[in-house]
């Protein structure tokens, strides 16, 4: 959501019953960037990537999706070149202000290219036309993003689409750490959590309210297989955030957003003082880290002999 959006919110009133708590962070401050930078998180995605990395071939093409401010790119391009392999990346998302940042952040070396792209997940055969080779790519990506679909034929199409332009046996990488099993470990303390930053608006859980929907890694495994796609490698992973890492994620809107939803009269409240609520929760709290579980997967694309000989994806 850009700042237009979100100073479109600001009529709302917080009502006498709540608790009056400090602005700590403004809108200007509101993104996924600082929580990118976060060391645990970095790392959490570079043991991925690196796996991921190993498995494609010396010269590679690589798409990644919803490729925000360009981190996976950047640690792409760092475990190629610990592995002496030379390729080519393109990031695609929709949000211009994060490619802006990603172009500043990411140049790519002399062996290996990096280009990004505006557009959706599910447009890729359009924006990567003359880009890729007819065959397809050897790697497409899409981390810590799947779950930010809040429509499952939108999730479902993207996987798609991904599925789409990869080469037979070339490798699909993913990841979540918004899962069900994403807060199994401490669940009591999120849910604490989350219930003191809607006390601070005076309110409480409506359990009748429709919240973010939350899948299992089953259901994400479903989707991918579903796309022609075979889990190669997958884990359940325990990351340790601190205290700094839950009030970088807490300034991102889609999260703060995303564990108010069920909150009576949510819609209304800007989303700088949603943040600013999660922030003083964890403070007043003092929580000082949460572990959470990312759901991993590698998959291969299923490849199928035609009756002529030729191999084609499934």
């Keep these: 959501m850009n700042n237009a959006e979100i100073?479109?919110?600001t009529s709302f009133q917080i009502p006498p019953e709540a608790k009056p708590f400090p602005r700590i962070v403004t809108e200007n401050e509101l993104n996924y960037k600082e929580f990118s930078q976060q060391p645990e998180y970095v790392q959490a995605n570079r043991e991925l990537i690196s796996n991921f990395v190993k498995r494609l071939p010396d010269n590679f093409r690589h798409v990644d999706i919803a490729t925000g401010t360009g981190l996976i790119p950047q640690l792409i391009i760092d475990e190629a070149i610990k592995e002496n392999k030379t390729g080519i990346i393109f990031g695609i998302d929709p949000n211009v202000?994060?490619?802006?940042m990603a172009k500043i952040n990411v140049r790519g070396t002399d062996k290996v290219r990096v280009e990004f792209i505006e557009g959706m997940g599910q447009d890729l055969k359009q924006l990567l036309k003359g880009k890729i080779p007819p065959e397809g790519v050897d790697g497409v990506g899409i981390l810590d993003a799947l779950h930010e679909i809040k429509n499952d034929e939108d999730k479902i199409s993207v996987v798609n689409s991904m599925a789409d332009i990869l080469?037979?046996?070339?490798?699909?990488?993913?990841?979540?750490a918004f899962t069900t099993m994403g807060g199994s470990k401490e669940g009591m303390t999120w849910g604490r959590w989350k219930s003191k930053a809607m006390e601070l608006f005076g309110r409480k859980r409506d359990r009748s309210i429709q919240a973010m929907p939350i899948h299992s890694p089953e259901e994400y495994r479903k989707i991918i297989e579903?796309?022609?796609?075979?889990?190669?490698?997958?884990?359940?992973?325990?990351?340790m955030l601190t205290q700094a890492s839950l009030e970088a994620i807490s300034k991102y809107p889609a999260f703060s957003t995303g564990v108010l939803e069920d909150m009576p009269g949510q819609e209304s409240i800007p989303i700088v003082d949603k943040c600013n609520a999660m922030i003083n929760a964890l403070r007043s709290l003092d929580i000082k880290g949460l572990p959470r579980v990312w759901d991993e997967i590698i998959a291969e694309k299923s490849a199928t002999i035609g009756p002529s000989g030729t191999i084609f994806g499934k």
């Design 7 to 9: 100073r479109a919110t």
């Design 97 to 100: 202000t994060s490619l802006n």
């Design 167 to 176: 080469k037979p046996e070339g490798l699909f990488v993913f990841n979540s």
């Design 226 to 239: 579903n796309a022609g796609l075979n889990p190669v490698y997958e884990r359940l992973k325990i990351v």
